[in-house]
């Protein structure tokens, strides 16, 4: 049991001086009865009238005592089972080279589908630090290790093909720059999740040489090839004929993206549906948990009304009997 009102309580302390002035110091100033000899009087039957009298104050008291107490809001303490919070860093190193506007999730591309996974991995998660890096032929971190997910989505969002203002696909420095800002990280796991759909054919970093770095400083790397396997569609604006759609050929180097997952102790996917990208990011989700002792968690329920009720009912009671039964007429 608590109180949400505790200062309420303060209260009873007029409450106790108006009492005591009423039925203690008061009695010194009543008029004295005009016989010389009460004691005879003490000894006749009373009538239910007096009989009844005597309680009209004392239900009022008790029932400004319970509003006092209902005022102060009691509320039972519920307690939950002891729960396990799960806490890591992540970073997601996203591909926006040019390739990722092809068309093999029709009519969505291969980035609308890449966020829109992201994005519902993100919401899943509860105590993860989780941030963002997109790459192309260069790479810079859009959105750092943050808890807010509603803020980290927003620059999800505004991720878009060619946003770094390069071409080419360099993933070592994708991975060498989440590494950078995960290596101060304190978390007890260490997460980067990188989606592409290409090969490494830029970069000054060779990409299993930055996984091997990575791997040195505790940090895991799952990789997600993105792409249906053989051919696809991609939309271009061409100089004389105007917006088309051409063939791509397949560029995905797979046993690049598996040598990095295992360099790191992480481990490849490759995502040639939606479907098979949301199950993807369900695997890594299980995966990656790191349990952390919590407090059980607490709950308040309110218990005042009761305590109302009874204080009304009294002083009803009590105020109700004066003014009525009790009433004295002159």
């Not at 829109?116 to 790479?139: C, E, M, P, S, T």
């Not at 991720?159 to 060498?176: M, Q, R, Y």
Request: glycine share 8%; with cysteine.
């Amino acid at each position: 049991m608590r109180y949400a009102n505790p200062a309420a309580l303060l209260l009873l302390i007029p409450l106790v001086i108006v009492v005591a002035l009423r039925e203690g110091w008061a009695a010194r100033y009543r008029a004295a009865l005009p016989f010389p000899d009460t004691r005879r009087l003490r000894t006749l039957p009373g009538t239910w009238r007096t009989i009844y009298g005597r309680w009209v104050r004392p239900l009022v008291y008790v029932g400004l005592l319970l509003g006092i107490v209902a005022l102060a809001r009691p509320q039972a303490v519920l307690r939950g089972e002891a729960a396990k919070a799960r806490g890591i860093d992540i970073l997601i190193a996203m591909d926006t080279s040019g390739s990722m506007r092809a068309l093999d999730f029709d009519p969505a591309d291969r980035m609308t589908v890449a966020k829109r996974a992201a994005k519902n991995f993100i919401l899943r998660r509860q105590y993860d630090r989780i941030g963002l890096v997109v790459f192309a032929g260069v790479a810079m971190l859009q959105c750092p290790l943050t808890l807010d997910y509603g803020a980290l989505t927003e620059f999800l969002d505004q991720v878009t093909v060619g946003i770094t203002s390069t071409e080419n696909t360099a993933i070592g420095t994708a991975i060498a720059t989440a590494s950078n800002h995960l290596k101060r990280s304190t978390a007890v796991s260490k997460v980067v999740i990188l989606v592409t759909d290409g090969r490494s054919n830029s970069g000054e970093i060779d990409a299993v040489t930055a996984a091997k770095a990575a791997a040195a400083i505790g940090i895991k790397i799952y990789t997600i090839g993105v792409g249906i396997h053989g051919a696809s569609k991609i939309p271009i604006e061409h100089p004389i004929f105007g917006h088309q759609i051409v063939p791509i050929q397949e560029d995905l180097d797979e046993s690049t993206l598996i040598s990095i997952a295992q360099e790191t102790g992480g481990r490849y996917y490759r995502a040639a549906s939606v479907k098979e990208f949301d199950e993807i990011y369900g695997q890594i989700d299980k995966l990656e948990k790191t349990e952390l002792n919590t407090p059980p968690p607490q709950d308040y329920e309110d218990r005042y009304r009761p305590w109302l009720l009874a204080a009304m009912i009294l002083i009803t009671a009590g105020l109700g009997m004066q003014m009525t039964l009790l009433r004295a007429f002159p």
